[in-house]
């Protein structure tokens, strides 16, 4: 069975500072898709990447950067100099084989950044 | 970029309704949808898996009889949530994929999410 874990419930930054989600998981399969979603407090979820089990290059994408370490399973996602407008709620997920399937979701962090 | 629309945002009614939540693709053909619940503070619980066309495919634990999935056309799938009680209470959230997995970087993409309110 899949899982997600994301150990941390909320998180609370000032403005600028740097700040990383853990996401760790489970998967007996071999071919597996990672996920990450925002959920700002309007509700919506909005994607933000999706890696397949077998890129581990790390990505970025203007503040935000993501680690894929296969050896620990472990997805985290940084957010480099933090906004007011990057609080909300981060979801990592995980689907597996070709991403027909559907998603298991952690259960979510909240990110709190302050003025 | 691909959008899902989800109606309606929010929903207050009183128990024993019966509540209808719509979600549509809007530029794409939607072969398959999903329906999640999401509690207060926690994370999207998978309900159901709509198929267009055929019967939807339920997670363990969720009553067919009372939360009815309908994917009548490739673009729409509704939720109707039956004799709502309080404990129906939640945010319901849609997501649709396109028909081919590997297009649009194989994304699955989010209605806005219903907040449904039984009093």
């Known amino acids: 069975a899949q899982k997600v874990t994301q150990a941390q419930t909320e998180i609370s930054v000032v403005e600028k500072e740097d700040v990383t989600l853990d996401c760790v998981y489970e998967t007996r399969d071999t071919t597996y898709y990672l996920f990450w979603y925002k959920q700002p407090p309007s509700g919506e979820l909005v994607f933000l990447i999706r890696r397949n089990s077998f890129d581990e290059q790390n990505e970025i994408s203007g503040r935000y950067s993501w680690n894929f370490q296969k050896s620990t399973s472990s997805f985290n996602f940084t957010i480099t100099a933090s906004q007011v407008v990057d609080s909300a709620v981060y979801f990592c997920?995980?689907?597996?084989?070709?991403?027909?399937?559907?998603?298991?979701f952690g259960k979510g962090t909240m990110l709190l950044v302050s003025p | 970029g691909a959008v899902v629309s989800q109606h309606p945002s929010w929903v207050i009614c009183k128990s024993g309704t019966s509540v209808k939540i719509e979600c549509r693709s809007l530029?794409?053909?939607?072969?398959?949808m999903f329906w999640y619940r999401q509690f207060p503070k926690q994370s999207l619980m998978l309900m159901a898996t709509?198929?267009?066309?055929?019967?939807?495919?339920?997670e363990q634990g969720v009553e067919k009889d009372k939360f009815l999935i309908n994917h009548a056309s490739l673009t729409l799938s509704t939720l109707t949530v039956t004799s709502a009680h309080p404990e129906d209470s939640s945010f319901y959230i849609c997501?649709?994929?396109?028909?081919?997995?590997?297009?649009?970087?194989?994304?699955?993409?989010f209605g806005s999410g219903t907040q449904l309110s039984v009093l």
């Open positions: 997501s649709a994929r396109p028909g081919t997995a590997l297009s649009r970087g194989g994304k699955l993409f």
């Open positions: 530029d794409f053909q939607a072969t398959t």
């Open positions: 997920a995980l689907s597996e084989n070709s991403g027909y399937s559907t998603l298991t």
């Open positions: 709509s198929n267009e066309g055929s019967k939807a495919t339920y």
